[in-house]
């Protein structure tokens, strides 16, 4: 069965910085596209970083220059460095990981940053 567990969110004043880890148990990430995504109150879930099997990322734009996305195959573990965080950065915060041959979806459960003063 394969489990995506988020971690490294909370809470952080505008301008710092945090850095959240998925790790994946069941599974290796070697034939996945890993992403993270972001839902805000009352607003649609959003793609926010793409890590593409072998090479390849897409930031959103709101995110360019200030997010990294990177993976550790060894660790089977993805991560996404936010730095220069705004408020607007405040919401739930998902891992996701795409299997390239069964497409199935994998969903984390989800870590909180909330970006305030």
């Known amino acids: 069965q394969v489990q995506l567990v988020e971690s490294g969110g909370g809470l952080v004043q505008p301008g710092g910085s945090l850095r959240l880890s998925c790790a994946a148990s069941?599974?290796?990430?070697?034939?996945?596209?890993l992403g993270w995504h972001r839902q805000a109150p009352g607003k649609q879930r959003e793609l926010v970083a793409r890590?593409?099997?072998?090479?390849?990322?897409y930031y959103a734009d709101s995110v360019k220059g200030r997010f990294t996305i990177s993976r550790d195959t060894a660790k089977n573990t993805v991560y996404l460095q936010m730095n220069s965080l705004k408020p607007e950065d405040t919401a739930v915060y998902y891992c996701?990981?795409?299997?390239?041959?069964?497409?199935?979806?994998?969903w984390g459960q989800g870590t909180q940053v909330t970006v305030s003063s």
């Open positions: 890590l593409r099997r072998g090479s390849g990322t």
């Open positions: 069941g599974t290796s990430f070697s034939t996945y596209n």
């Open positions: 996701n990981a795409y299997h390239l041959y069964t497409l199935v979806d994998y």
